[in-house]
């Protein structure tokens, strides 16, 4: 992908220092997508930095097989052994923004909108031992886009992970639904294989405190990221005050995601969590509800909507003219009247309290 680059000094920066083709031979073609990049993110702090590389592992969304309907298995391996190995194989995810969530989709259970069904069929009639391999699920049309739930070829045969062997007169027979998902949900979802996160190479601000025997600089060489940086000088005074601001992230995408798309991606949840920090704290977008077109259509904490009235006691729930507070005692007011009396919330079953408008009576 190519991008403009912000060249002003003020505000973050991205330095690509590597981009290489990790898992595929020397001979492999130059239009396969690049499974690893090494960046440099500056002008940032520690926090952003940290966060950037949690979301990136974690929080960035992936297509994975989350069921599967066996029809036959008369292989060696049981069904919950073969599911697990299926639902670690790599699906292409490239604009998985198109995909909804199964929470998010208005389906029964599956539809193209939410899901990508993949069927794999295999029976040995030789002699010979018969490898089923990931290039043999079939992905069956329609889905969000062409490239979802295509699984991820990266060796030069073309084959893909081995599922199972197959002995003669063994078969299998599956219907495999595939779903979008996180890797903090199950590590089927995950993107990366790794995510190497390093400032302060020669420690000048003295994070760490490195255990030797004898001498530290010869049994703890610097990283080669310390290239990128001039070492301390002789005498160099400490700043305790000084904080980094350079921090050297390399990527190893399993191919469903571009390095540089999990990197877009990771930036893209980060806001949506700010986003919807922002709107808990500010209490905007509250009137908007669910039909506005802000981040996730969130509209502020609110009261559920139920079966008597708008939230099941009364009040007006979402986006209502309430706000969502109203208290399942309304009885005609402003929705702060208690059980056992009008308005003012004053009266009790045993007879007026100080804080009711009957006082003295």
């Known amino acids: 992908m190519d991008y403009e680059m912000d060249i002003e000094d003020a505000g973050p920066r ?94 029964d259970g599956e539809c193209e909108n939410c899901a990508v069904v993949l069927t794999l069929r295999a029976k040995c009639t030789g002699s010979e031992i018969m490898r089923v391999y990931a290039r043999d699920l079939v992905v069956t049309d329609p889905r969000a886009n062409e490239w979802v739930g295509q699984p991820v070829i990266t060796d030069p045969d073309g084959l893909g992970s081995v599922i199972v062997k197959l002995r003669q007169g063994q078969e299998i027979d599956m219907r495999c639904v595939a779903r979008k998902g996180i890797a903090k949900e199950h590590a089927k979802w995950a993107p990366t294989s790794a995510v190497g996160f390093e400032y302060d190479p020669h420690n000048k601000l003295h994070h760490i405190d490195y255990w030797y025997e004898e001498s530290a600089e010869a049994e703890w060489p610097p990283s080669k990221n310390a290239t990128w940086e001039d070492p301390p000088q002789e005498g160099e005074v400490f700043d305790p005050d000084a904080v980094p601001n350079r921090f050297y992230i390399t990527i190893d995408s399993i191919g469903n995601h571009e390095p540089d798309a999990l990197v877009q991606q990771g930036i893209k949840v980060l806001q949506q969590k700010l986003a919807t920090i922002i709107q808990a704290l500010t209490g905007e977008d509250q009137d908007r509800g669910h039909d506005d077109d802000g981040m996730n259509g969130y509209g502020g904490p609110q009261s559920p909507t139920g079966v008597n009235g708008a939230n099941g006691h009364g009040g007006q729930g979402y986006g209502g003219m309430d706000g969502g507070y109203t208290t399942p005692f309304v009885n005609g007011g402003g929705g702060n009247a208690s059980a056992w009396g009008g308005v003012g919330g004053g009266q009790t079953p045993y007879g007026a309290t100080p804080y009711g408008n009957s006082w003295g009576a």
Not at 29 to 35: F, G, L, Q, R, Y
Not at 49 to 59: K, P
Not at 61 to 87: C, K, Q, W, Y
């Open 14 to 107: 991205v330095t690509v220092r590597e981009v290489s083709h990790a898992c595929l031979p020397t001979t492999a073609s130059a239009t396969a997508a690049d499974d690893y990049v090494a960046f440099t993110l500056s002008n940032v702090s520690l926090a952003f930095a940290n966060s950037l590389r949690r979301i990136v592992l974690a929080e960035v969304p992936t297509i994975a097989i989350d069921s599967i309907d066996i029809n036959a298995n008369s292989s060696v391996l049981p069904d919950e052994f073969l599911s697990h190995r299926l639902g670690l194989i790599p699906l292409n995810s490239k604009n998985v923004d198109d995909v909804l969530y199964t929470r998010d989709c208005l389906c």
